[in-house]
């Protein structure tokens, strides 16, 4: 079992900026893939950005240039740091860690419980 916990949620204006936070633990042999998603009430959950154990980024279109997603050192932990916050990035955004629970299976995806980000105008 995995368990998913998300921080940093919060109201800002406009062009602001919020940093959020994920931790990933539990008796897993590894955690593969971290990254974060977006869900607004009546609309599926979006892709935000994701970032393998090795590094590599995958930055959704509508975020780029604005958003940068980062992986701790412990490889259990990664960051989202939203710049230039517009009111169409208000949303709940989870936090997903792919995880290898055990070798040769394949990954569990595991999710946090989501944290509110509202922009106003």
């Known amino acids: 079992q995995v368990h998913v916990v998300e921080s940093g949620g919060g109201l800002v204006q406009a062009g602001g900026s919020l940093r959020l936070s994920c931790v990933a633990s539990?008796?897993?042999?590894?955690?593969?893939?971290m990254g974060w998603y977006r869900q607004v009430p009546g609309e599926q959950r979006d892709l935000v950005a994701t970032?393998?154990?090795?590094?590599?980024?995958n930055i959704a279109d509508s975020v780029k240039g604005r958003f940068t997603i980062s992986r701790g050192s412990a490889k259990n932990t990664v960051s989202l740091q939203m710049n230039s916050l517009k009111v169409e990035d208000a949303a709940v955004y989870y936090c997903?860690?792919?995880?290898?629970?055990?070798?040769?299976?394949?990954?569990?995806?595991?999710w946090g419980q989501g944290t509110q980000v509202t922009v106003s105008s």
């Open positions: 997903n860690a792919a995880a290898l629970v055990v070798p040769g299976r394949p990954l569990i995806d595991y």
């Open positions: 539990g008796s897993v042999f590894s955690i593969d893939a």
């Open positions: 970032i393998t154990s090795s590094g590599i980024t």
